[in-house]
């Protein structure tokens, strides 16, 4: 028996697995026998990416800062605008304006595309006990699997460019989408369910009248996360041609030019910090959260006209 097992363990350590062989083969399969179904996938986030980065990029400095200032006065507070308004008129000064705003429409497209897929996949894992079995594990592999590993098959299948950065993007940042999700609606309270079950909700109803309303702190939260985690790939992305911000930190380090690297990561940073606290706001408990300068204002002309 012991031979028998020397031998096993000689065998094994003496035979390597083909898996990476197997995946370069499943790979160029999958581009032969379906290429065109890439093509016309990779055409369809090309365009929706796109628009978006269009529709932000038409519109004027000065507008796309005062509508972040005011969504920062309006969720976080004074000083908070007033941080927003100097951090975006610092990127704007430092001739990194439209870099961000591209940027930002990469990880606009991206969070959006998770989304879609990450929270129906989120409601479905948490009240269905299988699904949740099998979704666990292959988020597991999508968050510990490393981040430049989504580009090398997201290039095959879609070349450089735009698409690939985004779908190798969408990889990464949707598993807080699904587990915070689904989180968030296990953690209800069971009372309010059995409430609304005895007010005749049908599952449905009690879905989206009940558990997304009780969850959305966690949802919120997901969301959040989601975002930051696709501003940190969408960066990584510029190895396959995203563009934004992602170009300039690239060049930096292939031309050691620690003044450009800074710059641009600078840029990066306020970006991130302001689409942080402005999300993170949105989860916040209403009876938890403060009232801002500019409610209270509003709270005001609202008495004086009524």
């Known amino acids: 028996m012991s031979d028998q097992l020397t031998q096993l363990v000689l065998w094994w350590g003496s035979h390597k697995l083909p898996l990476g062989h197997w995946v ?29 980065e269009s529709g932000l990029v038409s519109l004027p400095v000065w507008l796309m800062i005062s509508i972040f200032v005011a969504l920062g006065l309006w969720r976080v507070g ?73 580009l090398i098959p997201a290039a095959m299948f879609f070349g450089l460019g735009r698409v690939p950065g985004i779908l190798a993007t ?37 879905l989206l009248k009940v558990q997304i309303p009780n969850a959305m702190p966690s949802i919120m939260a997901g969301i959040n996360q989601t975002i930051m985690m696709a501003l940190s790939m969408v960066i990584i992305a510029s190895m396959v041609g995203a563009g934004g911000l992602g170009n ?18 600078l840029a990066v940073v306020l970006l991130a910090i302001i689409l942080d606290r402005i999300t993170e706001s949105f989860g916040i408990d209403p009876q938890q959260s403060r009232v801002t300068p500019f409610a209270r204002l509003m709270n005001k002309l609202k008495g004086v006209t009524g």
């Open 24 to 52: 370069d083969s499943g790979v160029n399969y999958m581009l032969d026998k379906h290429g065109n179904i890439f093509d016309s996938f990779g055409f369809l986030i090309h365009s929706f990416s796109g628009a978006i």
């Open 78 to 150: 004074l000083r908070f605008a007033l941080f927003t308004l100097l951090s975006l008129l610092l990127i704007d000064n430092t001739h990194f304006w439209d870099q961000t705003v591209i940027t930002l429409g990469l990880t606009f497209s991206s969070t959006l595309i998770s989304l879609a897929f990450g929270i129906p996949l989120g409601i479905w894992a948490a009240r269905n006990r299988t699904v949740s079995t099998i979704v666990r594990p292959a988020l597991d592999l999508m968050q510990t699997m490393p981040a430049f590993v989504y």
């Open 170 to 206: 969408v990889v990464f940042a949707m598993p807080p989408a699904v587990r915070l999700t689904a989180l968030g609606i296990r953690q209800v309270n069971n009372e309010i369910v059995e409430a609304g079950l005895a007010f005749g909700c049908k599952p449905g109803q009690l």
């Open 248 to 265: 300039d930190v690239l060049a930096s380090i292939q031309r050691l030019d620690i003044g450009l690297g800074v710059e641009s990561g």
